[in-house]
């Protein structure tokens, strides 16, 4: 073995480089190849259009409004849903903290998100129905004279929305609770704040960088809704949501450059939300939330 | 408001004891404080200590007994309107604010008008020699920094009490003798009464005017430094405060004084309480010093030398383990006869 | 602490939000599983009679044996794969600091970040053009996309806790790369890369967008034959539907239940983001 071999070898391992360096190829291929490469294609494929210029897949969308509505009608069932969802969040894991025996409680909430939203749009169907439970108790203690329609329609799907999505919120938000030093309430309660006052100027400004992030993954979540919008809501007019025509674009018309160009659109839109909840954090607090060595 | 005045006169605790479920935190405290008053907590961990602080401040409702300001009932008082100063151990600054917005936090809740909140800081900032750092971020300081803006921010508010809960035991052993004259500086600048807790009998001996010592929940002697340092009421108060010599031995009374057997030897002690036939004699070792003549033989298993004197642990002829201080040089091995006066041997009931 | 009326209020109001919404979710699974059982059931608030027949129905019409046979097939590859990839990918990511890891780590984070609808479809374009989807390969190379980050991001705490000087001392004696991977190191991460699988397992079941578009009509789990069977209601009676549905449920529930054995609850959630 030269000299000169054996120094490229150190140099390398001297950098981290070595055969178990190695390992993380198998897995960095996968997601390249399945992640990336997708994304990339998609990309490029949205600008090769069927017919027409090389930004006629984006003109099509906004220049039809059966196409470009579908943002409007997607961001009036997510907008609100997150923001109902996390708002919600935080007097409930404020409250949960404090509990004993949290585990039995997070384990129920828990069930809705294992069961995904196939299922809970189903057992809304069911329970929601003109005949199901909810109207029966509606109809039974005189708060309606006749069964509400929830389903196949606006009111379902946000339903089914917070079903799935407040364990989410609920749970990211008790994570970024808890870690907070519970002393810092207890210095604010000597020093004569009240519970408001505890809340809006200790516990939310520390909590601010996490609702942020809440935000950002249940925005993202609501906003690609699929099975709801399409069994438990009106696909065809309310509900009709932006994951919907992009799905028909390429199962249904077959045409993959617009289904692609949708794609984009749908990314390109949560891209935006995110980094402009992102950057609303940075500019709240930068730092840990506990000090000293507690 | 808060509810107490600058002009308190007293805090009283009455048979105040703490339940946690089927635990008995603790029990029967019985306290006086009086304005001015430095009073320390002194205990081993999970004597209770820290409970009875919680208690004093509101941060825990008392199961048994009351507390009472000057007269007025202080249990059904939240810690809101108690208006005490509360120093953490973890410091519990606030992160996300300056220096300046943590020291003024207190006085922003009582609605002070801004100009005096500044000025108010200015000064407590200055007590605590912290001018320069008013706008930095309390992560952006070291732990004794830290420490000293939260007194700061607990002096600010010109509360009548003080409490503080192991300010110092996150801090390294240099930086603590530095805090603690720092302590001492402030209370007697500013005179505000003042309770602390801590397990450091050092602490509590050098900064408190009188020091309530608990084991296991239960308050066990009151006292001045010096009282609990040369007379301490029991065997368990003896041992926490550093009588580390705890030997069991029979007991004959001889007039005021009380003969044990310490190591096969017959030495002379004092009754610390009525003496029946069987005792626990308590010496510190300091105060059992190797001579030519002692009467108590033993043989040194270890020597460690501390600089000044060494510091041995020797085998009495009956097993025990004796622990003493000497000038000379000390050798393992070797054979020492150790004396102790009579009145720094104490005699415990068994 | 004291507490005031006002601050009772709050918390009873707080506590009614949370029990409300516990009830609704237990209705809502149980009418699912009383209809499932149910004679008919019209304007009353149990139906009639019970009988088991919609579940021999939904057997049959569903063709649940064979549904349930492919999302074990489905689940058990995604599971297994993602562990030989993930585990050793983890290892590599906790053990070494090499240029361009902050970058190899974002690529890990983004298949967890995104929603599988966004790349789902440009993913399910490139499996069509590689005849890979349709058949039951292609749903596992999709359901590994958020996979195989998952378990890398689970398992890089778990290897991290593990004392290097463990591995020195297999080392010094004489164990190399592949002996200390078997004898030493997957011991010790066993309850760590349990976790991992029992939390890949629970989130493959419920998958529902990757699988429905990459799956042709013999390469259905479970979740998308229930899909279709919602979709199409009208054409099948709503309790075999509910029937099938129950069938789900209880296969998602199990799975769940024994993974609260050994994680958290809030690790299904939070593993995400870091």
């Known amino acids: 073995m030269s000299a000169t071999h054996l120094s490229l070898r150190r140099r390398l391992r001297e950098r981290g480089l070595d055969g178990v360096t190695l390992l993380v190829l198998p897995g960095v291929v996968f997601v390249l190849a399945l992640f990336i490469y997708p994304f990339v294609y998609g990309l490029v494929l949205s600008f090769q259009p069927k017919e027409g210029g090389w930004l006629a897949n984006y003109q099509k969308f906004f220049s039809d409004p059966f196409l470009y509505d579908t943002i409007w009608l997607t961001l009036q069932i997510a907008v609100p849903a997150t923001l109902l969802n996390t708002v919600l ?15 039995l409680l997070t384990t129920i909430l828990v069930i809705p998100i294992t069961l995904g939203t196939v299922l809970v749009a189903e057992g809304l169907l069911t329970y929601l129905g003109p005949r199901g439970w909810l109207n029966r108790v509606l109809l039974e203690f005189g708060i309606a004279d006749s069964p509400v329609r929830l389903i196949h329609n606006y009111w379902g799907v946000m339903l089914s929305m917070v079903i799935s999505g407040f364990p989410f919120t609920f749970l990211l938000t008790l994570s970024y609770v808890t870690g907070i030093d519970p002393a810092l309430e207890q210095a604010g309660a000597m020093l004569g704040a009240r519970s408001r006052q505890r809340f809006f100027r200790i516990l ?52 993959y450059p617009l289904a692609s160009a949708i794609a984009m659109l749908m990314a390109g839109v949560q891209v935006l939300i995110i980094v402009a909840l992102l950057g609303a954090r940075t500019l709240v607090f930068r730092g840990p939330v506990s000090t000293g060595k507690g | 408001m808060p509810i107490a005045s600058r002009d308190f006169r007293e805090l009283r605790l009455e048979g105040v004891g703490r339940d946690f479920g089927q635990h008995h935190a603790l029990r029967d405290v019985n306290l006086t404080v009086r304005r001015g008053e430095f009073v320390a907590l002194l205990g081993p961990s999970g004597c209770g200590k820290s409970t009875a602080l919680n208690c004093i401040s509101g941060l825990l409702q008392p199961t048994d007994g009351t507390i009472w300001l000057d007269g007025k009932r202080l249990d059904e008082v939240g810690p809101e309107d108690r208006g005490f100063g509360m120093v953490f151990q ?16 207190g006085l922003v809740t009582q609605r002070r008008p801004k100009a005096e909140i500044e000025r108010r800081v200015d000064e407590a900032l200055a007590l605590v020699r912290l001018e320069t750092q008013s706008d930095k971020l309390p992560g952006q300081l070291s732990g004794g920094q830290q420490q000293r803006v939260a007194i700061a921010r607990a002096i600010v508010v010109e509360p009548p009490l003080v409490l503080m809960d192991e300010p110092l035991s996150n801090l390294d052993a240099k930086l603590r003798l530095e805090m603690r004259a720092e302590i001492r500086r402030i209370h007697t600048m500013l005179g505000c009464s003042t309770i602390y807790v801590t397990h450091d009998q050092e602490e509590a001996l050098s900064l408190a005017d009188r020091i309530m010592v608990m084991i296991d929940g239960l308050p066990r002697q009151i006292g001045t430094p010096e009282e609990l340092y040369a007379r301490p009421a029991s065997a368990d108060v003896a041992e926490f405060m550093g009588y580390r010599n705890l030997v069991p031995s029979s007991a004959v009374m001889a007039g005021t004084r009380v003969g044990v057997t310490v190591s096969g030897a017959r030495i002379l002690g004092t009754p610390m309480a009525t003496v029946a036939a069987r005792a626990m004699v308590a010496i510190r070792p300091d105060d059992l010093r190797p001579t030519a003549d002692g009467p108590i033989t033993a043989l040194v298993e270890i020597a460690e030398y501390h600089g000044r004197d060494f510091y041995a642990v020797a085998r009495g002829t009956e097993g025990e ?30 | 602490m004291h507490r005031s009326m006002g601050e009772r209020l709050w918390s009873f109001t707080v506590w009614a939000v949370v029990v409300f919404f516990v009830i609704n979710l237990l209705a809502m699974i149980g009418s699912v599983v009383v209809d499932s059982f149910g004679t008919r059931w019209f304007n009353t608030w149990l139906p009639t009679a019970f009988t088991p027949q919609w579940y021999i129905l939904a057997w049959n019409e569903f063709q649940l ?30 053990r070494r600091n090499f240029p361009g890891k902050q970058f ?21 374009t490139v499996l069509y053009q590689a005849h890979l989807a349709g058949k039951i ?10 996979t195989v980050p998952f378990v890398i991001l689970i398992m890089i705490p778990f290897v991290e806790q593990i004392d290097p000087r463990v591995e020195s001392a297999a080392r010094v004696f004489g164990a190399g790369l592949g002996r200390l991977f078997i004898q030493v190191l997957v011991p010790l991460l066993t309850p760590g890369i349990l976790a991992a699988l029992l939390l890949v397992l629970v989130r493959t079941i419920a998958m529902f967008e990757l699988t429905f578009l990459t799956s042709g009509p013999t390469s259905q789990t479970l979740v998308v034959a229930l899909y ?31 993974a609260l054995q050994f994680v958290n609850p809030t690790q299904i959630v939070t593993r995400a983001k870091q």
């Open chain 2, 90 to 105: 973890n410091y519990a600054l606030f992160p996300h604010m300056t220096v300046r917005r943590n020291v003024g936090f």
């Open chain 3, 65 to 94: 044996p064979d549904i349930l046979l492919v999302t074990a097939e489905v689940v058990g590859a995604v599971v297994l794969i993602s562990g030989l990839i993930g585990v050793p990918t983890a290892y590599a990511m906790a």
């Open chain 3, 137 to 146: 390969w292609g749903v596992i190379l999709a359901n590994l996309v958020p």
């Open chain 2, 321 to 350: 383990e004796l622990y003493f201080r000497s000038d000379r040089r000390i050798a393992t091995g070797e054979t020492v006869r150790l004396t102790a006066a009579p009145d720094r041997v104490l005699v415990y009931p068994a």
């Open chain 1, 204 to 255: 939310l400004p520390l909590l601010a960088p996490g609702l942020a992030i809440t935000l950002a993954l249940a925005f993202v979540q609501a906003f690609t809704v699929f099975p709801s919008a399409v069994l438990l809501g009106a696909p065809a007019g309310p509900t009709r949501v932006i994951s919907i025509v992009a799905y028909q674009a390429a199962f249904e018309q077959y045409d």
């Open chain 3, 228 to 258: 279709y069977a919602v979709f199409a209601a009208g054409v099948r009676p709503q309790q075999s539907i509910d029937a099938m549905a129950v069938v789900y449920m209880i296969t998602t529930l199990i799975w769940l239940l024994i």
């Open chain 1, 89 to 103: 969040s935080v007097p409930v894991a404020l409250r949960v903290r404090l509990m004993k025996r949290q585990k």
């Open chain 3, 104 to 124: 190899v780590m974002l690529l890990f984070l983004l298949p967890l970040l995104v929603p599988p609808i966004t790349y789902g479809i440009p993913m399910a």
